[in-house]
């Protein structure tokens, strides 16, 4: 495990095996196993087992423990083959972003 500072100047840990992890739909309809390869406070570098086609990564959750108590939503920043980019949102994003687009209309 190392602790490097990202473009944005995050502390971003690095995994050297990766964390086990699960992604689901916000609605619970989908599950996909994934690796998380490093993470810092404001997202994560996640590898996808099996193809992303289809998925409504637009938001989704990422459980990090078994029984799915330890968990962060997330908003897709970047895909790359079988990796992505997410951001962790934080309650009250919704609408913050809901409140600056009726703002800028």
């Known amino acids: ?13 690095v995994f ?19 690796i998380m390869e490093d993470v810092s406070d404001s997202g994560a570098k996640l590898t996808i087992d099996g193809s992303v086609e289809g998925l409504h990564l637009k938001e989704f959750f990422l459980l990090l ?6 968990y962060r ?12 980019g997410v951001t962790f949102l934080k309650v009250g994003d919704k609408r913050k972003k809901a409140r600056s687009t009726a703002v800028g209309a």
């Open 1 to 13: 495990m190392a602790v490097k500072a990202d473009h944005r100047g995050n502390n971003r840990v």
């Open 16 to 34: 050297e095996r990766g964390i086990s992890a699960q992604m689901m739909g916000i609605d619970g309809t989908w599950r996909r196993e994934c």
């Open 65 to 70: 423990s078994s029984t799915g108590l330890a």
């Open 73 to 84: 939503r997330c908003e897709l920043a970047w895909v790359n083959g079988d990796q992505i």
